[in-house]
T-cell receptor, first 112, second 113 residues
Framework: AQSVSQHNHHVILSEAASLELGCNYSYGGTVNLFWYVQYPGQHLQLLLKYFSGDPLVKGIKGFEAEFIKSKFSFNLRKPSVQWSDTAEYFCAVISNNNDMRFGAGTRLTVKP | EAGVAQSPRYKIIEKRQSVAFWCNPISGHATLYWYQQILGQGPKLLIQFQNNGVVDDSQLPKDRFSAERLKGVDSTLKIQPAKLEDSAVYLC???????????FGSGTRLTVV
């Protein structure tokens, strides 16, 4: 079945640590890839997106993600996290039918 | 530009009651989506509209959920009768074209007791 997998359910880091959140998808064909962030009590906000071109995508707040087509992956990275990055992070895929599907999310807790 | 507006922000109802949620998308966005986000899970698509027509409602529990988008702008999502497992945040999103990504509203948090 087509799906979006986020393997880390909850990640706990100290400030200044590096972050990598995994995302794998099983859709074939053309895909557009997204990472959304949801801060406590707030709505989903777009961090970054990949449509085509350079597979290394830079987003807001120092986040970046790399599309590796051969691995069906779109991992999110940040070199140095801050306490304010504490949030839930969702990977999402739009495949050929224009229907956005989400992973289950990864909760990030950054300790000051 | 104004974002996607949703109301109410919170709703508490008893099981077997009915409830309705409202969404006003970004002006000019032809495509509108309703998602259900259960605590601890990612959003799940319930229904997708293109203008005032339904594109995909395959995951909408049609025995109790209904949605409409009259005139291709605002949309309402209704649950009748509600069950305990319907407790969730109901998100509305809109887009110019599906491939370009969506803009989400703040959601309506429904608690069924």
């Amino acid at each position: 079945a087509q799906s979006v997998s986020q393997h880390n359910h909850h990640v706990i880091l100290s400030e200044a640590a590096s972050l990598e959140l995994g995302c794998n998808y099983s859709y074939g064909g053309t895909v557009n890839l997204f990472w959304y962030v949801q801060y406590p009590g707030q709505h989903l906000q777009l961090l970054l997106k990949y449509f085509s071109g350079d597979p290394l995508v830079k987003g807001i707040k120092g986040f970046e993600a790399e599309f590796i087509k051969s691995k069906f992956s779109f991992n999110l990275r940040k070199p140095s996290v801050q306490w304010s990055d504490t949030a839930e992070y969702f990977c999402a895929v739009i495949s050929n039918n224009n229907d956005m599907r989400f992973g289950a999310g990864t909760r990030l807790t950054v300790k000051p | 530009e104004a974002g996607v507006a949703q109301s109410p922000r919170y709703k508490i109802i008893e099981k077997r009651q009915s409830v309705a949620f409202w969404c006003n998308p970004i002006s000019g966005h032809a495509t509108l989506y309703w998602y259900q986000q259960i605590l601890g899970q990612g959003p799940k698509l319930l229904i997708q509209f293109q203008n005032n027509g339904v594109v995909d409602d395959s995951q909408l529990p049609k025995d109790r959920f209904s949605a409409e988008r009259l005139k291709g702008v605002d949309s309402t999502l209704k649950i009748q009768p509600a069950k305990l497992e319907d407790s969730a945040v109901y998100l509305c999103a809109s887009s110019l074209g599906g491939q370009m990504g969506y803009t989400f509203g703040s959601g309506t948090r429904l608690t069924v007791v």
